[in-house]
């Protein structure tokens, strides 16, 4: 199957950046989807951004973080700047596309901290 690797996260203070990469590895012939989602301590995962036909971004991180690819690379990114404590979290990365056999793949990330101090 399709895996994803995750890098980037770290600690950063308030108004800092920092660039989360999404490495996908197998037999990928096409990437059709590509979103971020977030989740925080006690409480429930939520959605950062998704990019399929269109981009879309959560109210909280509009105009501070953007979503990028390098489709040679099969590589995802989000870009992340102005960053606040509210956007401590532990960051996922999901992909989904289609195989070299041409079957459909949906795969996530193991996720990456980003803890951004006040």
């Known amino acids: 199957q399709v895996q994803l690797v995750e890098s980037g996260g770290g600690l950063v203070q308030t108004g800092g950046s920092l660039r989360l990469s999404c490495a996908a590895s197998g037999s990928i012939f096409s990437i059709d989807f590509m979103g971020w989602y977030r989740q925080a301590p006690g409480k429930q995962r939520e959605l950062v951004v998704t990019s399929g036909s269109s981009t879309t971004y959560a109210d909280s991180v509009k105009g501070r973080f953007t979503i990028s690819r390098d489709n040679a690379k099969n590589t995802v990114y989000l870009q992340m700047n102005s960053l606040k404590p509210e956007d401590t979290a532990i960051y996922y990365c999901?992909?989904?596309?289609?195989?070299?056999?041409?079957?459909?793949?949906?795969?996530w990330g193991q996720g990456t901290q980003v803890t951004v101090s006040s």
């Open positions: 999901n992909v989904q596309g289609r195989r070299r056999n041409l079957r459909s793949f949906d795969s």
